[in-house]
């Protein structure tokens, strides 16, 4: 069986870029709940009496609900149908964040001293809720089943190869095979950085604070390989990219701070 049983596109929200999703993404939200639960059994959760925990928590709802007033505004709530959003912080050093399907979002205690404040972690948190309304995963799972699968539909994978289909589906998320996975990838990082910095503009976090954010990665974050090699845009051409974001990005902020 083919995977290509279901086949859409559709115009993401704000860029406007064409992208084609070959999974159900009812299927893609359900797997994300079992493997963001069993994650959470297995990390060090930060109690809700945890001021990090709670700014995790109120940033969270800040921009997930100017994310659905963005939508509502335009039409496009289809684009988080079946999402119940989820922020946890986890105690852990690594400078990371995350963001499945369906709005489950975690925030690693180390990028904390990177985000030095709520404005700052507002980058990060607005930049992951965006994988999830533009449904990035999506579209890596699918190119993955293709590349690696032959091509079998999710359904059967799951049911004969579960362990190799949760390895996939956590791939899905910046691991690559080869330059054309790794400029597939850059392309959805550069578009949640973009869809990220307006939907936290709207929640009112300032934009001017995302190349910041990215300049203390860059000076703190070690060596880079370089950028054809990398799943992710240098820190210097995010910078320059949300820089020439900057007007659009200020009038949603201008606008948000004035209610």
Not at 72 to 91: H, S, T
Not at 100 to 110: H, L, S
Request: charged share 20%; proline share 5%; glycine share 8%.
């Amino acid at each position: 069986m083919m995977v290509g049983i279901f086949i859409a596109c559709a115009k993401i929200p704000i860029t406007g870029r064409r992208a084609v999703k070959l999974l159900p993404e009812s299927q893609m939200i359900g797997m994300s709940i079992t493997a963001y639960d069993d994650f959470l059994k297995q990390a060090q959760v930060m109690p809700d009496s945890d001021p990090r925990a709670q700014m995790v928590k109120r940033l969270g709802n800040n921009i997930q609900a100017a994310c659905e007033s963005y939508l509502a505004l335009k039409g496009q709530m289809k684009w988080i149908e079946g999402f119940v959003w989820e922020f946890n912080l986890v105690d852990d050093p690594t400078v990371n964040a995350w963001c499945m399907p369906g709005g489950k979002v975690v925030v690693y205690t180390g990028i904390l001293d990177v985000a030095q404040d709520e404005a700052g972690l507002a980058v990060v948190m607005g930049h992951e809720v965006a994988h999830a309304v533009a449904r990035h995963g999506n579209e890596r799972m699918s190119n993955q089943l293709v590349i690696q699968a032959g091509g079998v539909a999710l359904a059967v994978l799951m049911s004969e190869r579960p362990a190799e289909t949760q390895e996939m589906f956590m791939n899905a998320y910046g691991i690559g095979s080869g330059l054309g996975a790794l400029k597939f990838s850059r392309q959805h990082e550069s578009e949640a950085d973009h869809m990220g910095l307006i939907f936290s503009s709207m929640a009112g976090y300032d934009p001017r604070k995302a190349p910041k954010f990215w300049e203390r990665m860059s000076a703190g974050g070690g060596q880079q390989p370089p950028e054809f090699l990398s799943t992710h845009p240098s820190h210097e051409t995010r910078v320059q990219d949300l820089n020439a974001l900057m007007e659009d990005a200020l009038v949603y902020y201008n606008a948000s701070v004035k209610h």
